[in-house]
């Protein structure tokens, strides 16, 4: 009955000459038969999404550089392709042009990093410790296009194809600061300073201790950070240390789980804190006997290996390889042992305190991982070197906003993705009163939730 009285209301609404001097309201019941869905959007995600842009300070880009930055969280993949998405999911529509305007993206890098570093300092950061590492990405092609292009020492296992070299600084949260892009064959080890430096000389912040893996240890290195005021703690490469050096550690250093010492560099300036890990240990020993079977297997069939430990050449042509033993007995001193290189004195900070800062490595080397998985930087589709360093730009800025999602949520980025996905819009259009209506999916408690902590309130 309900139905038949709306229907004769509308009825009378559309063929009624005369105009209504009351406001009319739109009807309430419609006939679902006749409702014709006319397309499915995400534009809940999208408004999520930039609003959380914004907080981390990127709001003033321009919405192009915006919806490409989000569609990198949400499905990463080539401009153009990313043009055609954001017009099927938001209805929003750009010129493909895109080509012509990514560049200008790069006008905007000093304000990006600088929206970067306050919003690190939202997370009560006062940047004391900084975590800096490196990491390449391929091309899909096998032919260098222009000078940033090389080939190079691949971390992808891609070193037939051209590749570029990032570097990036973190804090101790994992929220990146700065990045910087050097050529695919730039030693690692040369690229800490640069960023370090730009760091430094944009931000004027305190000096704070910089912590990098072994790659980045070179004495040169050392002494240039040192005469900046810079404190540091890197990986130290034992394995290079002469027998003599591996013996005192062996002699000093307690077999006992968390046991530390700290040695002078040998012929270097700084100290060596060396510490002793029993899960440590287990994994060495197991490594250690699973190369040293492959390594007699190899000898046995008068074969090399490929890459290889503790396989060398004997010069006897009969018996082109050896066991190397010298490099057995260094491998089987150091088994359990991890060393740092540090210039800080014990007394300002301890053994205990420079393992602990060293293994928040792990942080850039998550942030690096979210890049390359959830927003597929890789591999690098453009080929001219400023589409090169805008396309790292928009890389950099959605690794803000998953950033800024996990550490306020204390969920993963690709979770929280999937939760907003889910959140759909229909778009209905009903014939009989000629009107558009939105239905939209139920929003869930626990992504409501998630919401709150990221102070974004929603209406249901």
């Known amino acids: 009955m309900k139905v038949l009285r709306a229907t004769a209301k509308q009825y009378i609404g559309e063929h009624e000459p005369q105009i209504s001097l009351f406001h009319e309201p739109i009807a309430k019941i419609v006939l679902f038969d006749e409702i014709e869905i006319t397309h499915i959007s995400h534009q809940f995600a999208r408004t999520i999404l930039l609003s959380l842009a914004e ?28 043009l055609k998405l954001i017009k099927q999911y ?61 080939r190079g020492f691949s971390k992808d296992d891609k070193s037939r194809q051209p590749q570029i070299v990032i570097g990036l600084l973190v804090t101790e949260q994992g929220f990146p600061l700065v990045h910087e892009v050097f050529k695919g064959n730039t030693f690692e080890g040369h690229t800490m300073l640069a960023v370090i430096d730009a760091f430094q000389e944009r931000h ?42 591996l013996i005192s550690i062996r002699d000093q250093l307690p077999r006992e789980d968390g046991a530390t010492i700290r040695m002078p560099c040998p012929g270097a300036t700084g100290e060596i804190v060396c510490a002793y890990s029993f899960a440590r240990y287990k994994k060495d020993k197991r490594e250690f006997d699973k190369q040293i079977e492959k ?8 074969e090399p290996g490929k890459r290889a430990k503790f396989v060398k050449k004997s010069g006897i042509l009969n018996n082109p390889y050896i066991f190397d033993e010298l490099l057995e007995q260094k491998t089987e001193l150091l088994l359990g042992v991890k060393g740092y290189v540090t210039n800080i004195s014990e007394t300002v900070l301890s053994n205990e305190k420079i393992v602990k800062h060293y293994h928040e490595l792990w942080r850039v080397e998550q942030a690096f991982r979210m890049s390359k998985s959830d927003l597929k930087a890789r591999p690098i589709f453009h080929f001219k070197h400023d589409a090169i360093r805008a396309h790292i730009l928009i890389c950099f800025m959605a690794l803000m906003i998953g950033k800024w999602i996990e550490i306020k949520t204390g969920f993963s980025l690709r979770y929280v993705r999937d939760l907003l996905w889910r959140i759909q819009e229909a778009h209905l259009h009903d014939p009989r009163s000629n009107r558009q209506r939105i239905a939209r999916t139920p929003i869930s408690t626990e992504l409501t939730k998630i919401l709150d902590s990221l102070n974004i309130k929603i209406t249901h």
């Open 90 to 150: 938001f209805h929003v529509s750009y010129s493909e042009y895109i080509y012509e305007r990514l560049p200008k993206l790069l006008d905007k890098r000093d304000m990006i990093e600088s929206a970067a570093v306050k919003t690190a300092k939202s997370f009560n950061q006062t940047f004391s410790l900084l975590l800096y590492d490196v990491t390449t990405l391929y091309f899909e092609t096998h032919k260098p296009n222009d000078d940033l292009q090389a």
């Open 204 to 245: 004027k912040t305190k000096k704070p201790i910089i912590v990098a893996d072994s790659a980045m240890l070179s004495q040169t290195n050392r002494e240039a950070l040192n005469k900046a005021g810079y404190h540091y703690i890197v990986g130290a490469r034992l394995a290079n240390s002469k027998p003599s050096f």
């Open 295 to 302: 390594a007699k297997t190899l000898i046995a069939k008068k």
């Open 55 to 82: 907080q981390c300070g990127l709001g003033q880009l321009d919405a192009l550089y915006l919806d490409l930055t989000i569609m990198r969280i949400i499905e990463p993949c080539s401009k153009l392709r990313s």
